[in-house]
C-alpha cells in the first residue's frame, strides 16, 4: 500500500534512510526488500513530499511516530494540479476506504499545511469549505479528534528562490496515520542537558542515530568514544542497554562534580544507567580474546581531528620514533599518567571497523560519522569498507563550504574469521611502525584549517567543468 | 563496574598471553537494584564466561551461583535472578582489577576501570 509520507525540510540526506531503516523494525525481512519509493508528479529528489510502499497502516504508523523527520505519513484520498482535479481524484477514491472514516459517530479535523508559501486563516477556511462535496458525518473536535484529515499544497517555484525546484503546483488531501514525536528533541536539547563537552552530539541527530542503529528494548549498544554520553541517551531513551568507553580518564569517572557528569546526563531523564563506562583506548581495546558478537550495535562518532583530536596510547615511544620503550621507573607505577600520541583518522577507522566486525552480532549494525573533504565531491567519495560489513546508508551533512560529514550505516552480513583477523592485525603492526607516515596522511585536521590557495586554484578548475550549483539550499538545510 | 563488564575484560599489556580473568581486589562493594531484563539475560548468557563470573561474584561477596550450569537452567527464574543479581546488580566501586599473569594493577575508582596501558606495556 502506497502511503504519502511529508517530511521535515531539513537534514535531506537522512530523510529515505530513516524510514528505511525503521521499517527494518517493524517488517519482515521480505517486506523490507519490498519497500519502495515514487515521487509525486513533477517533484524534485530534494521535495518534502513521497509516496512510500509499506505492507500495512500498522507499520506505517509506527514508522512514522519513531521517525524524527517525518512529519506526518498519510493515506492519500486525493491530489492533483488543482482543485477540481483534486476533487475529481478524491471522489474517484473508493468509498470503502473512505466512509468508516466519516462515521457519525466519529470526531473530526480538517488541518490545511502549505510548503514553501502561506496561507491566510480566511484562505483556509475557504480552503476547508471547498471541500463539501465529501460527506462528513462526524462531529468537529478541533483538540483531541479521532482522525486528523489533511489538506496540503505547495505552489509552483521558479527554480532559483532558495526552494527546491517543485515546478508544478500540486495538492494532497490525505487522512493522518501518524507523525514523529519531535517533542523528544525540547527534551533532550543540549541546552538543557548539565553535563556537556565541546563535541557533544545534539540531540536531533543522536536520535536519528539511534534509529539507524535499530536500537530497542534487550540490546546491548556500545559507544567505543563516548565522551559525554549524548549518543548513548539517545539508544538509551529507545530501550537500549549502552555501554561507552573513552580515553579520557576525566570525561567519563569525573565529569565535573558529582552531580554532573555521564551518570547524571542519564539520571536527568530518567533513562537507565549505562552497563558499564570504562576509560580505555579504542587502539587496544581490553576485550578478552575470545569474546565477540555482544553488541547489537555500535554507534559512534570518532574523534576525526577538527573539533577535538584522537589520541591513543603509546606517546613518548611513539613520538620519538626509537624502539626502545619509554620505561616507567617501578616507584612511579602507581599513579602514572601514560602520555598519549596523536590518533590518525585513517587508524582510527580502521580499529572501529575492525572491532565492529569482530564485536557486532551478525546483522548488527555500525553507525559513525566520517568526514569528507568538499572539494572531493566531483569525484566519487570512497568510504571506508570492510569485508565483513554491507554499508546501506551514508547521509551527508554539510558543516561548511570545506568539509561535510557523511553518517554512515553498516550491516554486519559475514563472519569475522580467522583471515580477517589476520589482516587486521598485520594492518595494526604497520599503523605502529609508520605511525608518522599515517599521522600525515590522516590529518583532515590540516585540510580543513591550511591556507585556502591550493584549494581555490583546485576550486576554479572544478568550476570551469562543473555545473553551476542550484540555488536552493539543499543539503545545507 | 559491573560483572558483566569484569567478564569482558582482559589485560592487553604487549606479550601476556593470558590476561583473563583478571582477579578482583574490593574495597568497596555496592549493590544497586536493576529491572529485570530476561531477554537480555538469556542473549547475554551464551557469551560469558562461567566459572569467571563464580569466582568474580564470590570475591564480590555473593555465593549463589552454581559452578556448574546448563543452559536449561535459563528457564527457571529463581536461576536468572541470581544470574540477574551477580551480573548487573554487584558494583566494584573502588578497587582494582589484577591481571593474572603480570600482577599489573587497572585502578577501578568511581565505578570506572582504567585499562590505559603504560607507555611500556604497549
Known amino acids: ?477 | 563496574m559491573r560483572l558483566l563488564t569484569h567478564n569482558m575484560l582482559s589485560s592487553n599489556i604487549k606479550g601476556v598471553t593470558n590476561g583473563f580473568p583478571l582477579r578482583i581486589e574490593a574495597e568497596k562493594v555496592v549493590e544497586k537494584q536493576v529491572d529485570l531484563n530476561i531477554d537480555f539475560l538469556k542473549n547475554m548468557f551464551p557469551k560469558i564466561e562461567w566459572k569467571a563470573l563464580v569466582s568474580a561474584s564470590r570475591t564480590m561477596g555473593y555465593a549463589e551461583l552454581p559452578e556448574e550450569v546448563e543452559p536449561s537452567k535459563l528457564d527457571s527464574e529463581e536461576f536468572l535472578r541470581k544470574f540477574h543479581h551477580a551480573l548487573l546488580e554487584l558494583h566494584l566501586e573502588e578497587g582494582a582489577l589484577v591481571c593474572p599473569e603480570t600482577g599489573r594493577r587497572f585502578p577501578v575508582s568511581k565505578g570506572i576501570p582504567n585499562m590505559l596501558l603504560h607507555e611500556d606495556e604497549v
Open chain 1, 1 to 477: 500500500m502506497w502511503y504519502l509520507c511529508f517530511f521535515y525540510h531539513r537534514l535531506l540526506d537522512y530523510r529515505k534512510a530513516e524510514v528505511e531503516s525503521l521499517a527494518q523494525l517493524f517488517c519482515s525481512e521480505d517486506e523490507v526488500n519490498d519497500l519502495q519509493w515514487r515521487l509525486p508528479l513533477h517533484h524534485h529528489q530534494d521535495s518534502p513530499f513521497h509516496f512510500v510502499n509499506l505492507p500495512s497502516e500498522d507499520v506505517a504508523t509506527k514508522i512514522a511516530n519513531r521517525s524524527i523527520l517525518v512529519k506526518g505519513m498519510y493515506e492519500l484520498w486525493g491530489e492533483g494540479g488543482n482543485y477540481e482535479e483534486l476533487e475529481e481524484s478524491i471522489r474517484n477514491y473508493p468509498d470503502e476506504r473512505k466512509l468508516p472514516y466519516l462515521e457519525s459517530n466519529s470526531t473530526f479535523k480538517i488541518n490545511v499545511d502549505t510548503f514553501g508559501k502561506v496561507i491566510s486563516l480566511v484562505e483556509q477556511n475557504q480552503r476547508i469549505q471547498g471541500l463539501n462535496y465529501i460527506p462528513f458525518k462526524g462531529r468537529v473536535n478541533l483538540k483531541s479528534p479521532d482522525i486528523k484529515f489533511w489538506l496540503m499544497e505547495t505552489d509552483d517555484y521558479g527554480a532559483n528562490n532558495g526552494l527546491p525546484p517543485i515546478v508544478e503546483k500540486r495538492i494532497f488531501f490525505g487522512r493522518e496515520i501518524g507523525g514523529a514525536d519531535r517533542k523528544l528533541l525540547p527534551t533532550y536539547q543540549l541546552k538543557s542537558r548539565t553535563y556537556l563537552g565541546p563535541t557533544a552530539m545534539d540531540a536531533e541527530i543522536a536520535f536519528l542515530m539511534a534509529n539507524q542503529a535499530l536500537a530497542t528494548p534487550g540490546k546491548l549498544v556500545y559507544d567505543p568514544f563516548v565522551g559525554t554520553g549524548s549518543i548513548l541517551v539517545a539508544a538509551a531513551h529507545h530501550g537500549a542497554m549502552t555501554m561507552g568507553a573513552d580515553i579520557d580518564i576525566r570525561v567519563v569517572r569525573d565529569g565535573r562534580g558529582p552531580d554532573c557528569n555521564v551518570w547524571s546526563n542519564f539520571k536527568q531523564y530518567g533513562l537507565p544507567m549505562p552497563i558499564a563506562l570504562l576509560r580505555a583506548d579504542n587502539n587496544l581495546p581490553p576485550w578478552r580474546s575470545g569474546l565477540k558478537e555482544v553488541f547489537d550495535a555500535i554507534i559512534c562518532d570518532p574523534p576525526y581531528g577538527v573539533r577535538a583530536g584522537g589520541r591513543k596510547s603509546g606517546g613518548r615511544k611513539l613520538l620519538k620514533g626509537v624502539v626502545s620503550p619509554y620505561i616507567v621507573p617501578d616507584d612511579k607505577r602507581t599513579g602514572h599518567i601514560p602520555s598519549t600520541a596523536a590518533y590518525s583518522l585513517v587508524e582510527c577507522v580502521h580499529d572501529l571497523l575492525d572491532l565492529a566486525a569482530r564485536m557486532l552480532v551478525m546483522g548488527g549494525r555500525l553507525v559513525f560519522f566520517y568526514p569528507v573533504l568538499r572539494e572531493d565531491d566531483n569525484a566519487d567519495t570512497h568510504f571506508p569498507e570492510h569485508p565483513c560489513f554491507n554499508l546501506i546508508a551514508s547521509s551527508e551533512q554539510i558543516l561548511s563550504s570545506r568539509y561535510s560529514r557523511v553518517l554512515l550505516t553498516m550491516v554486519k552480513y559475514s563472519q569475522y574469521t580467522e583471515e580477517v583477523a589476520e589482516a587486521a592485525r598485520i594492518k595494526h603492526i604497520d599503523f605502529k611502525e609508520n605511525h608518522l607516515k599515517w599521522l600525515e596522511d590522516g590529518n583532515l585536521h590540516s585540510a580543513v584549517f591550511s591556507p585556502a590557495d591550493a584549494q581555490l586554484s583546485a576550486a576554479a578548475d572544478a568550476k570551469a567543468t562543473k555545473e553551476p550549483k542550484p540555488k536552493y539550499r539543499g543539503k545545507y538545510v
